[in-house]
């Protein structure tokens, strides 16, 4: 498979002051990513809040300055194009949001939130733009009848279909969906999972999927990279990892949702404390205070990244001298 994109050692630091006389600390959102999208495929990124997910999407497509480290894609290093070059690239890498209601405008119709970026890319006459929004409503499930209709006018399934169908209407090669059905009741979401992967097949597109949900993540995607405290830990084929976690972190968090294949063999691993603030985060490995199989060298040192079989682990316990 071709690598559509490719982030490497990928980091976003900022700093904040708690107050007047409190001393400027160094927030790592992100730490140090590495990982590669593949053309076609849907590649998971998983943690808990706050552990730097939604950050990486973000930088992926600069709507968020990165502090250091490459973005390619499509074999050309973006990680430092000027915003004018960038807002072209954007037609071919979309973002579908969370909470659609949020990022819909809310005083515009949805004839003119769907021509919209065409209009802004100078796609189309405006007659073709017209039809495209119409053809666009029906592939997502509305239809003509919505055009001039306002985002508070439709339900929240109703309203990602819209926020997906301006994402789609460019045909992007990269969709980047953070939570896109978290804000969603259950009995919807597996459809707009299934709008998704409808729209996969029928325009080619490549997923970065963000989400906390496991079983989500588990039925959308193909390969999973898990993320603690800003740093990826793990990533393995989504069916690799949910069968046999390497990091202690991956067992911990799996371990937390139903069994349901018959040869996996799992124990309820439960994790000491709160998950630290990305604020100063424990020295060595970040997850030390909290995992069951530390070691002293955990405490001090920064865990090398290893592969262990088709996983890419970063934990001590995989460094070739403690295997
Ligand atoms: Fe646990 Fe050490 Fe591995 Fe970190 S490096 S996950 S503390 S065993
Ligand atoms: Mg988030």
């Known amino acids: 498979?071709?690598?559509?994109?490719?982030?490497?050692?990928?980091?976003?630091?900022?700093?904040?002051?708690?107050?007047?006389?409190?001393?400027?600390?160094?927030?790592?959102?992100?730490?140090?990513?590495?990982?590669?999208?593949?053309?076609?495929?849907?590649?998971?990124?998983?943690?808990?809040?706050?552990?730097?997910?939604?950050?990486?999407?973000?930088?992926?497509?600069?709507?968020?300055?990165?502090?250091?480290?490459?973005?390619?894609f499509a074999g050309r290093d973006i990680s430092g194009l000027p915003y004018t070059e960038m807002r072209q690239l954007r037609r071919k890498m979309q973002m579908v949001f969370q909470d659609p209601y949020a990022s819909l405008n809310p005083k515009k119709t949805i004839l003119q939130i769907l021509t919209e970026p065409l209009r802004v890319h100078g796609l189309y006459t405006p007659e073709e733009r017209v039809q495209k929004a119409i053809e666009m409503l029906e592939i997502v499930g509305l239809s003509e009848y919505h055009l001039h209709s306002y985002p508070h006018e439709f339900s929240g399934g109703q309203r990602q279909r819209i926020g997906i169908a301006r994402a789609v209407i460019l045909q992007p090669e990269l969709i980047i969906a953070d939570e896109p059905v978290s804000a969603l009741d259950v009995s919807i979401q597996s459809q707009v999972i299934n709008l998704l992967l409808q729209l996969q097949r029928d325009f080619h597109l490549t997923y970065i999927f963000i989400s906390h949900d496991l079983g989500v993540v588990r039925h959308m995607t193909d390969r999973v990279g898990v993320m603690y405290l800003g740093k990826l830990v793990e990533q393995?084929?989504?069916?690799?990892?949910?069968?046999?976690?390497?990091?202690?972190?991956?067992?911990?968090?799996?371990?937390?949702?139903?069994?349901?294949?018959?040869?996996?063999?799992?124990?309820?691993v439960v994790l000491k404390g709160d998950v630290p603030s990305p604020l100063n985060p424990p020295e060595g490995c970040h997850f030390h205070p909290r995992c069951p199989d530390c070691m002293q060298i955990c405490k001090t040192d920064k865990p090398p990244v290893v592969e262990v079989g088709d996983h890419v682990v970063a934990c001590h316990l995989y460094a070739t001298e403690n295997r």
């Open 1 to 72: 498979p071709e690598p559509l994109l490719e982030i490497k050692q990928l980091k976003k630091y900022y700093e904040i002051k708690k107050g007047w006389f409190q001393p400027v600390q160094q927030v790592r959102a992100v730490d140090d990513v590495t990982f590669t999208v593949y053309k076609g495929e849907t590649f998971g990124l998983v943690g808990e809040s706050g552990c730097g997910k939604s950050t990486t999407g973000r930088a992926i497509l600069r709507l968020q300055e990165h502090t250091s480290g490459e973005i390619r």
């Open 236 to 268: 393995a084929k989504t069916e690799e990892l949910f069968r046999s976690p390497k990091h202690p972190y991956t067992r911990a968090l799996l371990s937390a949702v139903p069994i349901r294949h018959p040869d996996e063999e799992k124990e309820r």
